[in-house]
């Protein structure tokens, strides 16, 4: 049924607002539920790339003199648009995507909200004004749009993570060339359509189809790309951080976490049970905050592990097109053999097995990528379980003995993502938001969950500093630009001391 809400077989790229065929090789896009073919993704070359950055320069120079609160319209109108076609997007994007109904209605719920709050941002965008040195003159400092951004984005919220990225860059008065993730490239479709639908004049987003390998290289040496904002793999992220340091081009990075939750002993395990579960195992551990260690205080650690058996042992898995399913497939065979990797990888290090660990194949399973919730218990600090991004429902309990050992494991990792903290003593909480190494903090809530108008991102290896979503991405997509006035009808020279 919902493959009946595609109208295209094969996509085309986006350019100057026009839906232009690529010539040449395609990749099957696979419904990860049922391993089907549901279109055809073109692998588009680096002439592309040329292509849409010559329209987005040209519809960049217009779309930065439309008054900010005009452009702000145009994303109102995007919003509405989506709110409109809500179940249509989530139904695609559990297609692709494989993550269950009620996820995918909430990520492109997350994609509406996003479009509303950076609308706004259109009658702010606020600057500063500062005194001035010097009589007569008044000084500024005003957000100025870049010019042309690139933007690259993951699978795993196709749509969702898309906005955080394109709608702060076009309010601000850029214009776009976006290379989305070829597993999920029917977000991007939709989200194009739904621009042109909605006015935006030609040319200020352009979607090109393609690999990281070509699109995304071609991308981030462009000359007229001034911003590569992206979120994926750790190891693209640098590779991309290494080229854009030489290109001296602007760059902001997302690459993921190795998220925990602490439990401590005076913690209210029900609730902590239940934090748990839905981060570690909800879109099937594949989100960027996912849970996947859990630092437990050792006095309540059986306690801990028992409600999550229970727990776990509940969990409906499969097609999320099911709305009984609550935990759907992995994205594809890549991910999969990931996951089994790190499970033999626990095991070798010791870590005890309690619950899953393996591929589920038979019946409804057989021809998607589906993997049993996984619990580890008794891991170590040092353990690479507990030290590397699995991106799979796995979770690794580390028993602790303190307050200070627990903050210490958490920040012992590369990544510094998102944390939580499940406590009941007011001092612990407000020490551990302090103390807790990543861009994220929660209490006595999981580890997902970000709301779109505050800033997402993270310390250490996560990213470099910089934020998606929140008025803070707007600092990605704008230049500082600091402006003064003398108003004294002379000249007037400053920094000249005359004493
Ligand atoms: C991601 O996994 O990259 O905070 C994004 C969350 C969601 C977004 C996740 N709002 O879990």
Not at 8 to 27: F, M, P, R
Not at 181 to 188: L, S
């Amino acid at each position: 049924m919902t493959q009946a809400l595609l109208d295209v077989k094969t996509l085309a790229n986006y350019i100057n607002g026009e839906w232009v065929d690529v010539e040449g090789k395609t990749v099957p896009v696979k419904n990860p539920a049922t391993g089907e073919t549901i279109l055809e993704v073109p692998l588009s070359d680096r002439k592309a790339v040329d292509q849409a950055v010559t329209a987005a320069k040209q519809a960049q120079k217009e779309w930065a003199l439309v008054p900010a609160p005009k452009r702000a319209e145009i994303l109102y109108e995007v919003g509405y648009l989506m709110k409109k076609r809500k179940e249509r997007l989530a139904r695609l994007l559990t297609l692709e995507n494989g993550k269950v109904l009620e996820e995918a209605r909430g990520e492109v719920q997350e994609g509406i909200d996003m479009a509303f709050y950076m609308a706004g941002e259109g009658r702010r965008l606020f600057g500063q004004t500062t005194p001035a040195e010097l009589q007569n003159k008044f000084a500024m400092s005003v957000r100025a749009p870049i010019g042309v951004v690139g933007l690259i984005t993951p699978w795993n919220f196709p749509i969702a993570i898309a906005t955080w990225k394109s709608f702060p860059a076009i309010v601000a008065g850029n214009a776009v060339v976006w290379k989305p993730a070829t597993e999920t490239p029917i977000m991007a479709y939709e989200l194009a359509k739904i621009f042109e639908e909605a006015g935006l004049p030609k040319g200020v987003v352009n979607v090109v189809f393609g690999s990281g390998g070509t699109v995304g290289d071609a991308m981030v040496h462009h000359k007229d790309i001034r911003v590569i904002s992206f979120t994926g793999s750790n190891e693209t992220g640098r590779n991309i951080a290494a080229e854009c340091g030489r290109e001296l081009k602007k760059v902001s990075l997302e690459m993921g976490g190795k998220n925990a939750v602490i439990v401590m002993d005076d913690a209210d395990l029900d609730l902590a049970a239940e934090g748990i579960i839905w981060s570690a195992f909800g879109t099937s551990g594949q989100r960027c905050t996912a849970c996947s260690r859990v630092i437990v205080h050792e006095a309540v650690k059986e306690k801990l592990e028992e409600r999550l058996l229970v727990a776990m042992e509940k969990l409906m898995i499969g097609d999320g097109t099911n709305e009984d399913n609550q935990v759907g497939p992995i994205i594809n065979k890549a991910g999969m053999e990931k996951i089994k990797k790190y499970i033999d990888i626990g095991k070798e290090e010791g870590a005890k097995l309690l619950a899953g660990g393996y591929e589920l194949t038979d019946g409804e399973y057989k021809n998607g990528h589906y993997f049993a919730p996984t619990l580890f218990t008794d891991a170590t600090i040092d353990m690479r379980i507990a030290q590397e991004e699995i991106f799979g429902p796995v979770v690794s309990l580390i028993p602790v003995k303190s307050f200070e050992e627990a903050i210490e494991t958490n920040n012992s990792v590369i990544y510094g993502l998102s944390s939580s903290i499940f406590t009941n003593d007011v001092n612990r909480v407000f020490q551990a938001q302090r103390d807790l190494d990543t861009g994220i903090v929660y209490v006595n809530a999981g580890t997902t969950g970000a709301e779109i108008h505050l800033p997402f991102g993270g310390t250490k290896g996560t990213g470099n500093g910089h934020r998606d979503s929140g008025v803070q991405a707007l600092d990605v997509f704008t230049e500082w630009k600091a402006v003064y006035v003398d108003y004294s009808g002379k000249l007037q020279r400053a920094q000249i001391d005359t004493e």
